[in-house]
């Protein structure tokens, strides 16, 4: 007599990537031009008919990763509308120390960095000046950077070429009773005011002792009227989040919400698992309600409801093994397309939206490789994007640019590499170290200041919005029409019968 086995399930007909699709535009009306069109996201669930609690200005958020969300970057990425995730693969008050440090940064007011004591020389301030390049050096009593302030050197103070380079910078600063300044305390708005009417570049900000706290610059003024998504909290400190694992999340989590975090989320490889549902339970019962807990990463619609109905999370991250650094799918045979992923969750969670009328953002994880995966992902129904390798790139990440056959590259490993050894993402045992990796060490080409790259991004994805007809990422979920492509339309799609001038130019 058989035996009747069980056999696997087929869930679909083939796990997709964003690669295999293309939009089909709508109708854009006169309406539809960049201008008016808003990417605010959702960071919060919320109910019908509400605002969410928090939101970011552009559906866009960097990796908890090592290589990727640094103080600098998490500051660069907000600066813009975005939001970092500093990684929790480091000791607790590292991770909290980086967060403190975003929190602390006041847009506009500056940490003086190059001071001098008065009897330095001239040719110490020329040094200074040729390092750090900033020309305005404080000159406080101990050259020390919150000490006395006793005044403000800058290149109008000497000449290089005809005062003696060894006399002290004592005979040639302008003294504190010469200068405009601000205390301690003073509004960003005000100091800038002060600036404007003494038609002044720069503000120095001391307490009541006279000591030194920072510095307003002109400049800063311009630079912030230019990014005009900056996203801040009610205190206008720029927003930062931090990831969590399921071993040390309480003392983590306490550490992190004392440096003032304003988003947690556990960073694990596979989170529809009882371990986050127990771990979220505990800090909703420590915390409450309030404070913002996202969940992940999954790729169905099973794993969905789990998240929310029974570990309740505020969002949910969906993508299995489709990082760029990423082996998992190798290793270890699952994971799933990340379009396939995204489409299911997305169609869970409007359905949770109907029979509820809460509404728990998506984010896709990972698998990002151009801007057109970026639209594309929004397209199918997430509501943010959160990208390792594409902010890896940028000038703000953690690592220095490297140089290889005259080429510019930055460094960038995944956090199940034994380099990361972030075995708490990657739980493979009962051992604290990784059995197997799970990600590789590599090296992605360097693309420049964040700013610069995420404008362009931001341009296309209004641009296509424009195209199919959508002026919020809401509508774009409802309004997008989508089409398979064939290997065919994929070559098409590309230059076609012409001679890149690029090829040229490096063939002559
Ligand atoms: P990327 O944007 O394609 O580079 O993917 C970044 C995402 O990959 C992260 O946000 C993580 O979800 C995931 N990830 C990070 N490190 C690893 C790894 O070592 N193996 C697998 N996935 C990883």
Request: with cysteine.
């Amino acid at each position: 007599m058989g035996v009747r086995v069980k056999v696997a399930i087929i869930v679909d007909d083939i796990s997709r990537t964003f690669q295999e699709f293309l939009l089909l535009p709508g109708l854009t009306c006169k309406e539809h031009s960049p201008d008016n069109v808003s990417l605010e996201a959702p960071l919060k669930k919320y109910k019908r008919g509400t605002d969410p609690a928090i939101h970011l200005n552009i559906p866009i958020v960097s990796a908890a990763m090592q290589a990727v969300s640094s103080p600098e970057l998490a500051i660069a990425l907000a600066r813009k509308g975005g939001c970092s995730f500093v990684c929790c693969s480091q000791p607790v008050d590292m991770q909290a120390g980086m967060v403190k440090k975003v929190k602390e940064h006041k847009a506009g007011f500056v940490q003086s960095d190059s001071n001098l004591p008065p009897d330095a020389t001239l040719q110490e301030a020329l040094d200074m000046r040729q390092r750090t390049g900033h020309s305005t050096i404080a000159i406080t009593a101990d050259g020390s950077r919150h000490s006395k302030l006793l005044g403000i050197l800058t290149s109008k103070d000497f000449w290089e070429f005809k005062d003696d380079l060894s006399s002290a910078v004592a005979n040639h600063y302008t003294p504190l009773d010469k200068l405009v300044y601000g205390e301690d305390g003073i509004s960003l708005q005000d100091a800038t005011e002060k600036l404007w009417h003494n038609k002044k570049e720069c503000l120095p900000i001391i307490d009541k002792q006279g000591n030194l706290k920072a510095l307003v610059f002109r400049k800063d003024y311009f630079d912030h009227k230019s990014n005009p998504d900056e996203l801040t909290d009610d205190h206008k400190r720029l927003l930062v989040g931090a990831a969590l694992n399921t071993f040390d999340y309480l003392p983590r989590a306490r550490a992190l919400l004392d440096a003032g975090v304003d988003v947690l989320c556990f960073d694990s490889s596979d989170g529809y698992s009882q371990w986050q549902a127990d771990a979220v339970q505990r800090l909703r019962k420590e915390y409450g309600r309030e404070i913002v807990i996202g969940g992940g990463n999954i790729v169905s619609a099973d794993a969905f409801d789990y998240l929310v109905q029974t570990a309740d999370v505020d969002f949910v991250k969906v993508g299995i093994g489709g990082g760029s650094i990423c082996i998992t799918r190798e290793q270890k045979g699952i994971g799933r397309g990340q379009a396939s992923a995204v489409m299911e969750v997305s169609a869970a969670r409007d359905r949770y939206f109907e029979e509820t009328g809460i509404y728990v953002p998506i984010c896709s994880d990972g698998g990002l490789v151009n801007d057109t995966h970026v639209i594309m992902a929004l397209a199918l129904g997430a509501d943010f994007l959160m990208m390792g390798r594409y902010f890896a790139m940028t000038a703000e990440s953690p690592t220095p640019v490297v140089t290889y056959r005259g080429r510019l590259y930055k460094e960038y490993w995944g956090e199940g590499s034994n380099r990361a050894r972030n075995w708490q993402r990657y739980k493979q045992s009962e051992k604290q170290r990784l059995v197997f990796e799970e990600g590789v060490d590599a090296y992605v080409p360097f693309s420049g200041p964040l700013a610069d790259k995420v404008d362009v991004t931001i341009a296309k994805v209004k641009s296509t919005m424009c195209n199919v007809g959508a002026l919020t990422i809401k509508e774009l979920h409802s309004k997008a029409r989508v089409t398979r492509i064939s290997e065919m339309t994929l070559v098409e799609g590309g230059t076609s019968n012409v001679e890149s001038l690029d090829r040229i130019r490096i063939q002559s």
